[in-house]
């Protein structure tokens, strides 16, 4: 069956320092791959998404994510974290017909 | 500006009554969804629509009911048969009837029962 697995549940970083969040799916083709961030008491923004082409796609805030086929995976990254990253952050996968979406990463950003 | 429009953004519901959230968006997209959202669970599907005048039950669709009457509108009733409704509640669109494209999300309406 497919999935999607967001290992971390909680991420804490310094502001300034870099991040990448872990997002791993299982899927036998090559799925659509999004990242979503969402703020407290807000609906999820779509960060950024991969259909196909280049394994590297940047997104809005500064944010970039690699699909690595050997790996099945999609992390997040960000070189440089401000304060006002800290939100949930959700990574989704569209295979065949359906959706399915992480159960999240809440990151803390600390000065 | 196209979007998807929740409202109310709170809602206040009282043991034994139907409350309805509603979803509006202009977007001309095809599917609908409503989503169910609890503290450490992630999002669960409540219901989804492809298209106008049908609709599917997702994972948690026990206490809950829809309706698609127009393209744009995918209004979600909270009945009292659902016995733990507190919650934020999303709704979202696609661009096509199978989603694979992303989704559109509404900013939530949060649900207690006083």
């Known amino acids: 069956a497919q999935s999607v697995t967001q290992p971390d549940i909680h991420i804490t970083v310094s502001e300034g320092a870099s991040l990448e969040l872990r997002c791993n799916y299982s899927y036998g083709a090559t799925p659509y791959l999004f990242w979503y961030v969402q703020s407290p008491g807000q609906g999820l923004q779509l960060l950024l998404k991969y259909f196909s082409g280049d394994t590297l796609v940047q997104g809005i805030k500064g944010f970039e994510a690699e699909f690595k086929r050997s790996q099945s995976s999609f992390n997040l990254r960000k070189p440089s974290v401000h304060w006002s990253d800290a939100a949930e952050y959700f990574c989704a996968v569209g295979a065949g017909n359906q959706f399915y979406f992480g159960t999240g990463t809440s990151l803390t950003v600390i000065p | 500006d196209g979007g998807i429009t929740q409202s109310p953004k709170y809602l206040f519901r009282k043991e034994g009554q139907n409350v309805t959230l509603s979803c509006e968006q202009n977007l001309n997209h095809d599917a609908m969804y409503w989503y169910r959202q609890d503290p450490g669970q992630g999002l669960r599907l409540i219901y989804y629509s492809q298209i106008v005048n049908d609709f599917q039950k997702g994972d948690i669709a026990e206490g809950y009911s829809v309706s698609r009457e127009k393209k744009e509108s995918f209004p979600l009733t909270v009945t009292s048969a659902q016995k733990n409704p507190t919650a934020f509640y999303l709704c979202?669109?696609?661009?096509?009837?199978?989603?694979?494209?992303?989704?559109?999300f509404g900013s939530g309406t949060r649900l207690t029962v006083v």
């Open positions: 979202a669109s696609s661009i096509d009837r199978l989603g694979t494209y992303g989704y559109t």
